[in-house]
């Protein structure tokens, strides 16, 4: 009796997410099928659902997102990272000390743990970082509070910025425009899961934190860079594993983490939006370096949103290779130093010792 009605809330939740997400999707919001199951499992754990997602399937989802950050470090963005790489290093290095520096100005605060500041204000990758942090000892919950905070914050200023300042109006592609027949898609697929597949049995049986991600991205993007492959992820696929990672952070939350989210929400907002302004430093040095216009250069230094990003440079007269190019570049620094950088803040900003 007792499962019967587990499998009922379960329908349920994924009925209930599934339609959240394509409201939020419709809606323009980035990463929607992540963020509306996330909302959606946190209403229910907070009304008393107990419910859980297995590892083995959290263990899948990363896999696919690993591939996905992999099919993002597009080969042919090389020779626009070749052409002006010391100045696409620096902004890109500069970008992850103002990440840095934001996380441990909220650390600082003792509203939020060192180690959930530090992963929350990592500028990009934000399911990656959501589902690596709890094995560096963040709180995932906060983490993805923080980090869809931020996406969200970055594409309203991106939108705003470049409508108002540049006279940019972000339309997307025509659906269906690069559809492509599902035969044709087959052996890319079959490999991809192959990569996904065996990524994570090796992830399983090496000692590596957050292997289930790190390793199929390795695997992928090394494969991908060499020709051997081509990462081919239906968004069928991508719904499921962003959904998969976003009923596990919903349903870890309870009433009292609700209060102290919505508690820490100030702390967490002075963080995001001084790293915004920071990054346009990082867009005002870009153009006094190699002379970049200021679109290019402002999309280029955006901290996240990729989505919304890439339809405005493509809506507009912006360089938008050099614009994935450095946002890849970023991607991928952030994914290396994202564990050195927490542990940094950490260091920094020691728990408090409790008295007695």
């Given at each position: 009796?007792?499962?019967?009605?587990?499998?009922?809330?379960?329908?349920?939740?994924?009925?209930?997410?599934?339609?959240?997400?394509?409201?939020?999707?419709?809606?323009?919001?980035?990463?929607?099928?992540?963020?509306?199951?996330?909302?959606?499992?946190?209403?229910?754990?907070?009304?008393?659902?107990?419910?859980?997602v297995p590892r083995p399937?959290?263990?899948?989802?990363?896999?696919?997102?690993?591939?996905?950050?992999?099919?993002?470090?597009?080969?042919?963005?090389?020779?626009?990272?070749?052409?002006?790489?010391?100045?696409?290093?620096?902004?890109?290095?500069?970008?992850?000390?103002?990440?840095?520096?934001?996380?441990?100005?909220?650390?600082?605060?003792?509203?939020?743990?060192?180690?959930?500041?530090?992963?929350?204000?990592s500028p990009g990758a934000?399911?990656?970082?959501?589902?690596?942090?709890?094995?560096?000892?963040?709180?995932?919950?906060?983490?993805?509070?923080?980090?869809?905070?931020?996406?969200?914050?970055?594409?309203?200023?991106?939108?705003?910025?470049?409508?108002?300042?540049?006279?940019?109006?972000?339309?997307?592609?025509?659906?269906?425009?690069?559809?492509?027949?599902?035969?044709?898609?087959?052996?890319?697929?079959?490999?991809?899961?192959?990569?996904?597949?065996?990524?994570?049995?090796?992830?399983?049986?090496?000692?590596?934190?957050?292997?289930?991600?790190?390793?199929?991205?390795?695997?992928?993007?090394?494969?991908?860079?060499?020709?051997?492959?081509?990462?081919?992820?239906?968004?069928?696929?991508?719904?499921?594993?962003?959904?998969?990672?976003?009923?596990?952070?919903?349903?870890?939350?309870?009433?009292?983490?609700?209060?102290?989210?919505?508690?820490?929400?100030?702390?967490?907002?002075?963080?995001?939006?001084?790293?915004?302004?920071?990054?346009?430093?990082?867009?005002?040095?870009?153009?006094?370096?190699?002379?970049?216009?200021?679109?290019?250069?402002?999309?280029?230094?955006?901290?996240?949103?990729?989505?919304?990003?890439?339809?405005?440079?493509?809506?507009?007269?912006?360089?938008?290779?050099?614009?994935?190019?450095?946002?890849?570049?970023?991607?991928?620094?952030?994914?290396?130093?994202?564990?050195?950088?927490?542990?940094?803040?950490?260091?920094?900003?020691?728990?408090?010792?409790?008295?007695?």
């Amino acid at each position: 009796m007792e499962s019967f009605k587990t499998i009922r809330v379960w329908i349920a939740l994924v009925a209930a997410s599934a339609g959240v997400g394509f409201l939020l999707n419709k809606a323009g919001f980035p990463a929607s099928f992540l963020i509306g199951p996330m909302l959606t499992a946190m209403v229910f754990a907070v009304r008393g659902a107990r419910l859980y997602v297995p590892r083995p399937c959290l263990l899948c989802a990363q896999a696919i997102i690993g591939c996905l950050v992999a099919r993002a470090l597009d080969p042919s963005a090389l020779h626009a990272i070749t052409e002006d790489w010391a100045a696409i290093l620096l902004v890109v290095l500069t970008t992850v000390v103002f990440s840095t520096f934001a996380g441990w100005m909220i650390a600082r605060t003792r509203i939020l743990p060192a180690a959930t500041a530090a992963w929350g204000c990592s500028p990009g990758a934000a399911t990656g970082m959501v589902a690596m942090s709890e094995e560096f000892g963040a709180d995932p919950r906060l983490v993805a509070f923080m980090q869809f905070l931020r996406v969200t914050l970055v594409m309203i200023t991106a939108m705003l910025v470049s409508r108002l300042l540049f006279g940019v109006i972000a339309t997307a592609p025509a659906p269906g425009a690069a559809v492509q027949a599902f035969t044709d898609q087959l052996p890319g697929f079959a490999a991809t899961l192959a990569v996904a597949a065996g990524g994570g049995l090796a992830a399983r049986l090496l000692p590596i934190p957050s292997g289930g991600f790190f390793v199929p991205l390795v695997f992928a993007a090394v494969l991908q860079g060499t020709g051997l492959i081509t990462i081919t992820l239906p968004p069928w696929l991508l719904i499921g594993a962003f959904s998969v990672v976003g009923l596990w952070v919903g349903l870890r939350f309870t009433r009292e983490t609700v209060r102290y989210a919505l508690r820490a929400m100030p702390a967490m907002l002075a963080g995001i939006i001084a790293l915004i302004l920071l990054c346009c430093l990082s867009a005002v040095m870009l153009v006094w370096l190699i002379g970049t216009d200021p679109l290019t250069a402002f999309l280029a230094t955006t901290p996240g949103g990729l989505d919304a990003i890439a339809i405005i440079g493509v809506s507009s007269n912006a360089d938008i290779s050099f614009v994935l190019a450095l946002q890849t570049v970023r991607l991928f620094v952030v994914i290396i130093t994202g564990p050195i950088l927490a542990k940094l803040i950490c260091r920094l900003v020691p728990a408090p010792t409790s008295s007695g």
